[in-house]
């Protein structure tokens, strides 16, 4: 399968990319979790030091490395394949040197057009996964689309509306209309 099959959905923290990435799934569309929610879950569940709280290195090279993988079995779906977060990202938290970088973001390539979600006051919540403020999320939107910038992609704006408007948004854009 081609990376314009690939399509990331990205952006602020709470700002309803995980349920727009769910919505998809519960549509019939490949889609693969936030690697680093899935292992932040995972980790917690067994009482595994490995917490962006404890070891952040560790722990952003066990997302970069889902990533990857999850990368690698999107090969083998029907397309279109949709990712909550991806690669470019990961690498940027890993404050890698720029080679390493260049070599993650320019080996898994994805659709040139990523779509991000803004910060969005009003859906935002804290839980026992997203603890810190909606401030602390509007202050890392800028570089979490930074990274999509600086790795060659384009951004596309999710428009703020329900979760079903979204998922067809979207669809419209990638060629799959809901």
Avoid at 111 to 132: G, K, L, M, Q
Avoid at 153 to 168: D, F, G, Q
Wanted: proline letters at 4%.
């Amino acid at each position: 399968m081609g990376i314009e099959n690939f399509h990331v959905i990205t952006g602020a923290s709470g700002a309803g990319k995980s349920a727009l990435v769910a919505a998809l799934d519960n549509l019939g569309y490949a889609t693969f979790q936030e690697a680093a929610l899935a292992i932040l879950r995972e980790q917690m569940s067994c009482n595994d030091k490995i917490l962006p709280t404890g070891d952040r290195t560790a722990f952003m090279e066990m997302v970069l490395a889902r990533s990857i993988r999850d990368y690698q079995e999107a090969q083998a779906l029907n397309a279109p394949v949709f990712f909550d977060r991806a690669i470019p990202e990961w690498t940027r938290f890993l404050r890698a040197g720029e080679g390493y970088r260049h070599v993650a973001t320019e080996r898994y390539r994805y659709s040139n057009t990523v779509f991000v979600a803004a910060p969005w006051s009003e859906i935002y919540v804290c839980d026992h996964e997203r603890t810190h403020s909606f401030e602390r999320a509007e202050k890392s939107y800028e570089p979490t689309v930074a990274a999509y910038v600086e790795a060659g992609y384009e951004v596309c704006l999710i428009p703020k509306v329900s979760i079903p408007e979204r998922a067809a948004f979207i669809l419209g854009q990638v060629g799959n209309h809901a």
